[in-house]
């Protein structure tokens, strides 16, 4: 497959309705939007070897495909598979532990990952609304950790416009973060 066009223009309650009519291509959609979250869960938070991690992935994506109507909120898809991939990796932990005793991560420690999660997950989705020229510098900048001069070559850019245009892309990121997170919290909440 190689478009994906439902990555960025679908809200995530878009896409879980059209899940809920048995569009296929949607139910893809969803797992590949989720997928480096739900195995971050397992790995991050609960440090799961990769073959448990495996395991965890698929049974929280056949749990999340059969009881798919019971989710109250579409909105709510990604908190409801974080506990979702949370039971499944503790009932994994749990049954490990018989055959070979370890120690459990706190609940504590596993929801600071979660927490990290969700905002590097939020980043993401935000990175891929912008427009290709943003992410393209973003990406030189931040992950690649180009110099202003390697940048600026590779877009055959000048090295002194590449300071502007990348404030110019974080601004319109921030936009687009907080226009994710302008929800008011729930009770609670600080």
Known sequence: ???????TELTDAQLVGRCRNGEAAAWNELVERFSRYVYA????????????AEDVFQDVFARAYERLG???DDDAIRPWLA???RNACVDRLR??????PAEEPSAEAADAVLERLDEALDVHMGLESLSENCREI???FFARDESYRAIGEALDLPAGTIASRISR???????KLEGRNSEPETSGGM
């Not at 497959?1 to 990555?7: F, K, L, N």
């Not at 049954?95 to 070979?100: I, L, S």
């Not at 892309?169 to 936009?175: D, T, V």
């Open 1 to 7: 497959m190689v478009a994906r066009p439902m990555t």
């Open 138 to 140: 973003l990406d030189r």
């Open 169 to 175: 892309c974080l601004g319109k990121l921030r936009e």
């Open 70 to 72: 019971s989710l109250r």
């Open 83 to 85: 506990q979702l991939t």
């Open 41 to 52: 869960i397992a790995v991050r938070a609960y440090r799961l070897p990769e073959h448990d």
């Open 95 to 100: 049954a490990t532990a018989r055959e070979h």
